[in-house]
């Protein structure tokens, strides 16, 4: 296939090379002036997607995927794939998806989980939004760069399912943070609490694969000195959205409404920009009651 890529940053650049590798013609483009081995840096997003079978965007919001869509699309070779890989929020993946359909293309949102260490070792897990001929048409791609394609429904469905899943981490790595912050003044060993916990009816993926106490569990980003790993600030980014699209839907997300504002006040006012994710155990393990 000829493929036009946008976005060549810590996700889009490894995804670009591992489709190259696989044989495909790609044509890169990123307003950075990125480089990326195997694939043809071209001057415009226009000269990136004119003539390409699959067009990938891999950029950081709605509102740069949709002034990158409207000079793209009308550019783009009728029946042709626009697959966006970015997490952006739910509307604005509808409404790229009902321009690029009016415009004769076909259409997939497929956000990514897997993070950078996925998007290099091709094992990134795909949540598609389209109709059946788009992801189809979008599945042999999603096999390169992924282990995991699951066709979640029609547009927007995709990035529906990337922000509950980020919705429910958020909540989940605080409760435990917290749990752990708690064992800790009860006089409770850590070790302990995780032995229990991991095999009791607390157990969650933060807690077992992901533990945010270092030295405990599976290696994480703990061990590393809560060096990202999925960094806080992309967690905000996921949690806003779920709130803008709860916001949206009228769904009461109480839960999700608390994540996401201790996290804006441990990335803008506190010590979380740059770390990762479950680095809340500390700052946790600092606070008292108050
Ligand atoms: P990034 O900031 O490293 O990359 C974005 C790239 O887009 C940059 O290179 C930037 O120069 C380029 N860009 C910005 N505006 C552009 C434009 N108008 N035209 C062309 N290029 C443009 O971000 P990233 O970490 O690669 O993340 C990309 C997307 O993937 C985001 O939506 C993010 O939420 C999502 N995501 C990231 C991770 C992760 O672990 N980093 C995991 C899952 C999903």
């Given amino acids: 296939m000829q493929i036009g890529f946008i976005g060549l940053g810590n996700m889009g650049a490894p995804m670009a090379a591992n489709l190259a590798k696989a044989g495909h013609q790609v044509l890169g483009f990123d307003t950075a002036g990125v480089t990326v081995e195997g694939v043809t840096q071209v001057e415009t997003a226009t000269d990136a997607v004119t003539g390409a079978d699959a067009v990938i965007t891999m950029l ?3 509102a740069i995927l949709r002034a990158v869509t409207d000079q793209v699309i009308p550019a783009m070779s009728k029946g042709a794939v626009l697959i966006d890989c970015s997490t952006v929020d739910v509307d604005s993946a509808r409404a790229v998806a009902e321009q690029a359909i009016g415009s004769g293309l076909l259409s997939v949102d497929a956000p990514v989980s897997g993070g950078i260490g996925g998007a290099s070792a091709g094992t990134l897990t795909f949540m598609a939004g389209g109709s ?3 992801f189809a048409k979008a599945a042999p791609l999603f096999d390169i760069m992924g282990q995991k394609a699951v066709h979640c429904g029609k547009a927007g469905a995709g990035q529906a399912a ?3 899943n980020n919705m429910i981490l958020g909540v989940t790595m605080i409760a435990t943070c917290e749990a752990f912050a708690l064992a800790d003044k009860l006089g409770l ?3 302990k609490m995780f032995d229990v916990v991991s095999t009791s009816s607390g157990y969650s993926w933060t807690m077992n694969a992901y533990c945010p106490a270092p030295g405990v569990g599976p290696q994480s980003p703990a061990d590393n000195d809560y060096t990202p790993g999925f960094a806080a600030e992309l967690m905000l980014k996921d949690l806003r959205l779920s709130q803008q ?3 949206s839907a009228d769904a009461d997300t109480p ?3 608390v994540a996401t504002s201790l996290y804006e006040q441990f990335v803008e006012k506190e010590d979380g920009l ?3 994710f479950s680095a809340m155990l500390p700052r946790f ?3 008292g009651r108050e």
């Fill in 60 to 62: 950081p919001n709605g």
């Fill in 132 to 134: 059946e001929d788009a």
């Fill in 162 to 164: 990337k922000i509950c």
């Fill in 189 to 191: 060993d850590r070790q």
């Fill in 245 to 247: 699209a709860a916001d």
């Fill in 255 to 257: 839960m999700g409404q």
């Fill in 274 to 276: 740059g770390r990762d």
């Fill in 285 to 287: 393990e600092k606070r």
